[in-house]
């Protein structure tokens, strides 16, 4: 095998983790190769939330100054009574100043995220991304990993040390690799509209606002688009025995907003989607030398956007288990560890806030509702139980929990 492929890291997904993984392997002068189905990065309204734990790792990288520049600050968040109008709580991020210098989210689509560490990957000439190649098959050998790529010069073979399943969560890396995506998918779908109609200005809701209700909860949030005014999205569920028509048209969602915020004018919808929702995380984040990272590895429901967050934070832990392994000479029982750590994230952190999440918001009985909201007034009233709740909430804990696991837990684990 070529000097260059015994270093080479494949990475399967030009999304934003994928991306960030090459950058990170790229700075420590590894060889790298991308490959992504799609010709370019797609400026869809997906993910924006960045949690002070994922500005740290992205600010260890150099990518967060540009991220301001380009996405909108959001020190606070709230949550509302649907039904009465009531604004139950507000949490501050300032009180984990002194828990870290990121002490607030940032409202970063993804998208812009990743066209800033791409203009960064176009400079390094050890890292090439291959937009409009499709990986189609993986392979392994006890020294090597190929993968079978679909592109615009037909199918070739690629060849390296190690393979990143960064390629969302249909990962045909995933399930080459006949890996289990255990958990289980939400009967109702996510409906998202998104409206340049200025909430905070007309009704007073911050840029991360969650709003319960027994019938019909909603998370309402802004991000910067492409300049002032932005815009705000808003995700509801829907019913299951609707047709993708009957929730899509514009009659249904005009009136699914007017009933949410009633206003005189009619809103100006600029994006509507429709998705199903899943909770699932990969029976393992390592067969071999393939390793899975963000959606790959693990998918949930987007309130309190953590999914993006822990694929960036998978990716930060993995480089830099990689760079150890392939530029350090560290022992490969590290990447053990990498699936230890980041798949006790998703089962113990992301995924148990998330469900927790959406069963505060739509929670039907009224005692169940007085019960979360006398609890969300208390934590907010007081600032060292606020500041437990953000450190969760802002993902800083989970990255603790996951740095404080060793070598030794990695190896017990592997035996047990």
């Known amino acids: 095998m070529p000097a260059d492929d015994q270093r080479r890291v ?8 994928g991306l960030f993984c090459a950058l990170l392997l790229g700075q420590r002068g590894l060889p790298v190769r991308v490959f992504e189905v799609n010709d370019s990065i797609k400026e869809d309204p997906r993910a924006a939330t960045t949690h002070p734990g994922t500005l740290e790792v992205l600010g260890a990288a150099g ?24 604004k139950i709580a507000e949490f501050d991020h300032a009180v984990l100043r002194d828990d870290t210098v990121y002490p607030y989210v940032n409202q970063c689509e993804q998208f812009k995220t990743a066209a800033i560490i791409l203009e960064r990957l176009r400079a390094m000439p050890n890292v090439e991304v291959l937009f409009e190649h499709e990986v189609t098959d ?3 050998s006890a020294n090597d990993v ?4 679909r592109g615009p010069d037909g199918v070739q073979r690629h060849t390296g040390a190690y393979l990143i399943g960064a390629d969302g969560g249909r990962s045909v890396v995933r399930k080459a690799c006949c890996i289990a995506f255990d958990g289980f998918t939400w009967p109702e779908r996510f409906i998202v509209l998104t409206t340049p109609f200025d909430f905070e200005a007309n009704r007073g809701y911050c840029p991360r606002s969650y709003f319960a209700d027994p019938d019909e ?26 047709s993708d028509e009957q929730l899509m048209n514009d009659a249904a969602v005009q009136a699914r907003l007017q009933k949410f915020f009633p206003s005189p004018q009619p809103y100006q919808i600029v994006h509507r989607n429709l998705y199903v929702t899943h909770q699932r995380v990969a029976a393992s984040f390592r067969a071999g030398r393939v390793l899975l990272a963000g959606d790959a590895a693990h998918v949930n429901n987007p309130i309190g956007g953590m999914g993006l967050n822990g694929g960036f ?35 113990e952190f992301v995924q148990e806030q998330t469900i927790a999440n959406k069963r505060r918001l739509e929670a039907r009985d009224a005692a169940t509702r ?10 907010s009233a007081d600032p060292a139980r606020a500041r437990q709740f953000l450190l969760r909430t802002s993902m800083l804990q989970s990255q603790r929990r996951a740095a404080a696991m060793t070598l030794d837990d990695a190896r017990v684990a592997r035996t047990a």
Not at 146 to 149: K, N, Q
Not at 218 to 239: H, I, Q, S, Y
Not at 370 to 379: I, P, Q
Request: net charge negative; charged share 20%.
């Open 10 to 17: 494949l990475i399967a997904g030009g999304g934003p983790v």
């Open 63 to 86: 990518l967060t100054d540009d991220m301001a520049r380009v996405g909108l600050i959001a020190p606070t968040f709230q949550f509302w009574d649907r039904p009465s109008g009531e």
């Open 138 to 140: 993986v392979a392994q």
């Open 146 to 149: 190929t993968v079978t790529v």
């Open 217 to 242: 909860w909603c998370n309402c949030f802004k991000v910067a688009a492409n300049g002032p005014p932005g815009l705000w999205r808003t995700v509801f569920p829907t019913d299951p025995a609707l």
């Open 313 to 347: 934070q998978d990716a930060a832990n993995l480089a830099e288990k990689l760079a150890a392994v392939l530029c350090d000479g560290a022992p490969e029982q590290l990447l053990d560890l990498y699936d230890l750590q980041r798949r006790t994230v998703a089962v």
């Open 370 to 379: 007085a019960e979360n909201f006398a609890e969300l007034r208390a934590m």
